[in-house]
């Protein structure tokens, strides 16, 4: 399996345009996750999906954000219109069964934006 | 919202040395995990502990579990450059195995 896929890996956007970031989880994991990553804020889970099915997206800043899973191998996250405020690393992250029996997160090697 | 809480914020430390790094957090759990980031990468788990055990090795990884203080410790052993990176510990929150969220990680430096 090659991991968590996110595309695009840096994104250089100006302020009021839409960003739409793109993640595939690993195959056979039913969980994913949308977390974003700043300095000041850490890592923030943004929204999460069981099944391809929103489960709590109370982590979602604005209404400017949107995300969502239309199948069990594809989801985006959507920013409009984007502001410099969101500029952060985005990661995708699928929850799986490991080997130390219990369920871990693989995360994408992230979207980096920059909001100007 | 933040659940976990490492400490410290940042860490020095000559090669060779054990680092510690602590972690609190808010609600009952059923497991904590420790996770590592090197620098432009994602995060890599590193290993979980359940909320019924106290202590758990992985190589040169020992971690501690206080479920009545609410916290955790990651201790590296004999540290090398390559542990450069930060660290993360996780937990689900308020028991659901599904909602897994982060502390604001230590960032660790070995000194050559």
């Known amino acids: 399996d090659a991991g968590v896929i996110q595309s695009p890996r840096h994104e250089v956007t100006e302020m009021g345009q839409e960003v739409t970031l793109r993640c595939k989880p690993i195959?056979?994991?039913?969980?994913l996750f949308w977390y974003r990553q700043t300095m000041m804020r850490g890592l923030e889970l943004l929204i999460y999906?069981?099944?391809?099915?929103?489960?709590?997206d109370s982590g979602m800043p604005e209404d400017r954000f949107s995300a969502k899973m239309p199948n069990a191998s594809f989801s985006t996250l959507k920013i409009q219109p984007s502001e410099p405020r969101d500029s952060a690393v985005y990661f995708c992250?699928?929850?799986?069964?490991?080997?130390?029996?219990?369920?871990?997160?693989?995360f994408g090697a992230g979207s980096r934006l920059t909001v100007l | 919202s933040q659940q976990g809480e490492e400490d410290p914020q940042a860490l020095s430390i000559q090669e060779g040395e054990n680092a510690t790094m602590n972690c609190s957090y808010k609600?009952?759990?059923?497991?904590l995990q420790w996770y590592r980031q090197n620098s432009g990468r994602g995060l890599v788990h590193l290993i979980l502990?359940?909320?019924?055990?106290r202590e758990k090795h992985s190589g040169r990884l020992r971690v501690t579990l206080d479920t009545s203080k609410k916290s955790s410790s990651l201790l590296i052993t004999a540290s090398r450059a390559a542990d450069t990176a930060s660290y993360f510990c996780?937990?689900?929150?308020?028991?659901?195995?599904?909602?897994?969220?982060f502390g604001k990680g230590t960032r660790l430096h070995i000194l050559p």
């Open positions: 992250a699928s929850l799986g069964w490991s080997g130390s029996g219990a369920n871990v997160l693989t």
């Open positions: 195959s056979g994991h039913d969980y």
């Open positions: 999906f069981n099944n391809n099915v929103p489960i709590d």
């Open positions: 609600t009952s759990i059923n497991n």
């Open positions: 502990i359940r909320s019924n055990e």
């Open positions: 996780a937990t689900d929150v308020m028991n659901r195995d599904d909602k897994i969220i």
